[in-house]
Each structure stands twice: as C-alpha cells, then as structure tokens.
C-alpha cells in the first residue's frame, strides 16, 4: 500500500473520497469566480461559476442516503459515556437532518421539485448541518482532552509506554475539529447571511480547509 496511485484509487473508491475531491474543485472554482469577476474576464468568471455549481450539485447526487451513517453510528457506537452518548445523539441528529433534507435541495435545484422550495430546504439543511457539528466539535474536544490525560498517565509510568497510538487519534481529531469548524461558517452562511461568513474569500478557504481535512482523514495509510 506505499504506491501512491494505489493510495489514490482506493481514496476514490470511497464515498467520502470523491466528495472531498469534487469539494476541492467546487471552492477552487468559486474563488476563481471572485478573482475573475473583478476583472475584465468575465468568460472565466462565468465558465468558473458554472463549475462551481455542477460540483455543489454532484456532490449532493453522492450524498444520497448518506443520512443513515448518522443513524447506523449511534446503532453501533454511540459513545464510551453517558456525556458522550448523549453528544452522540445530538451530533448525529442534526447531520441527519442535514443529509435528508439536501435530498430535496438538490432534487428542487434541479428542476424535478418546485425551485421555490431550494431556499427553505437549504436553510433547514443548513440548520441542522450548523447543529449537528457543534456538537462533534464538543465531543471531539472531550476526547483530545481525555487523549492528553491518558498519555500523560502513560508518560509518568515506569514502563513509558507508546503513545504513537493516542497521539495518531489526536491528530485525525484535530483535522475533524478543523473540518467541521470550517463547515460550521459555510452552514452560518445559508442561516444567518452576513458580509464576512458569505463573502466568497470566508466561504473559498472554508471550504477547503474542510475538504484538505478530510483528504487528511480518509488517506488510506
């Protein structure tokens, strides 16, 4: 598993994979709209939007179903804690209700339902979305904490045990963290809209830093 085309075909292959690339693409574009746009290029501009919206729209055809690994993460593991369990819940409620109802966002963005319908459904999405990661920030904080308490524990120890394992956990934490604080701003901006959050610089590097996190992630090692 060292060859890295090996490691990129089996990155592709999963659901998550191709998301984060066609992610990369849709905030490539969209800050290459905002930079044309100023300009005197406006066939870039326009080529650059256009890309833009058929990579917001194909990853929103990948995504169909996606709503029931919230509802199969809380059947197999919903957390070590009551506390956790309980964050668990929350968490994978409101990305439930993000999943399901970006269905009928994309279903009425592309003309099979009434287009009237984008805007509430993309508020109820987006909602749900914002809900649902505040809660995994807080539940992935919980863990990195208890992650630095154990090895510290371990450090301490006589025998100075490995803590390569709890250290590995903390990282692919960390890029959780920076993943869903980074959709959190782009989930605000469908909310609640306002100069900084929908500025297309905020939403670009959001939504990249979201997308390279989980190329971190979802790696094959």
Known sequence: MSDTVDKLVIFLAKRDGIDKLVKTFQYVSKLLHWRAADSAHSDVARRAKQWEVASGLSRKAFRTGRFLSGFNALRRNPGSTPA????????????????????????????????????????VSAFGEAFGYIFFIISDFILIREGLDEERKLLASPEKMSVGKIRADRVMRLMAVAANAADLVIAVADIEPNPFCNHAVTLGISGLVSAWAGWYRNWPS
């Open 84 to 123: 956790l369990r309980f964050l668990a819940v929350l968490a994978n409620a409101g990305e439930m209700v993000y999943f399901f109802f970006d269905h009928f966002l994309w279903l009425s963005r592309i003309g099979v339902l009434d287009g009237n319908l984008a805007r509430r459904m993309s508020f």
